[in-house]
T-cell receptor, first 118, second 117 residues
């Protein structure tokens, strides 16, 4: 069965600090997809990134960057120069791409609540 | 605008009174799914649908029903709601290219906050 672990329940940083959110996953499949979502206080889930298991390139998007390492089954997310608007709960998620029961099910970690203090 | 629309956003109801939460997507996605989010438990899948007339249970299906008569709609039905179904519910849809195919990503609705008293 697939599993996603976000060991950090809550993190507080001061504005402009860098912060890394950890994500470790477990899957028996060779083909899978990893995601990060942001949930601001308003409650909606905002898609941030999707990565497939064959693409281990790190990605940078503005102040956001992601480090995918299959060897350690980790998909960590770094926010550089954090801002108050980054305060939210961040979820890492995993989807296995296969047929049968549970197909394409998106399994979420429990989330990391990030508070950026001005 | 590509989106998943859930209604209502907020709902307070009484135990045992049947209710339906609607979900509609305008992206022609094959895959649709319902999740509930609870403090300390995260997001858990209730039901999913791979296409019209194809639905299956997720991790926490008890007390819920779904139907997929049209590609765009995937309503969640609580025939006899109970207080333990008080939760934040999300509908999601995704496109994929079939067995082992590429998952394009999931689009979520804005959520429905349900309170059962």
């Amino acid at each position: 069965a697939q599993k996603v672990t976000q060991a950090q329940t809550e993190i507080s940083v001061v504005e402009k600090e860098d912060v890394t959110l950890d994500c470790v996953y477990e899957t028996r499949d060779t083909t899978y997809y990893l995601f990060w979502y942001k949930q601001p206080p308003s409650g909606e889930l905002v898609f941030l990134i999707r990565r497939n298991s064959f693409d281990e390139q790190n990605e940078i998007s503005g102040r956001y960057s992601w480090n995918f390492q299959k060897s350690t089954s980790s998909f960590n997310f770094t926010i550089t120069a954090s801002q108050v608007v980054d305060s939210a709960v961040y979820f890492c998620a995993l989807s296995e791409a296969r047929s049968g029961a549970g197909s394409y099910q998106l399994t979420f970690g429990k989330g990391t609540k990030l508070s950026v203090i001005p | 605008e590509a989106q998943v629309t859930q209604n209502p956003r907020y709902l307070i109801t009484v135990t045992g009174k049947k209710l339906t939460v609607t979900c509609s997507q305008n992206m022609n996605h094959e895959y649709m799914s319902w999740y509930r989010q609870d403090p300390g438990l995260g997001l858990r899948q209730i039901y999913y649908s791979m296409n019209v007339e194809v639905t299956d249970k997720g991790d926490v299906p008890e007390g819920y029903k779904v139907s997929r008569k049209e590609k765009r709609n995937f309503p969640l039905i609580l025939e006899s709601p109970s207080p333990n179904q008080t939760s934040l519910y999300f509908c999601a849809s995704s496109s994929f290219t079939g067995t082992g195919g590429d998952v394009k990503g999931y689009t979520f609705g804005s959520g429905t906050r349900l309170t059962v008293v």
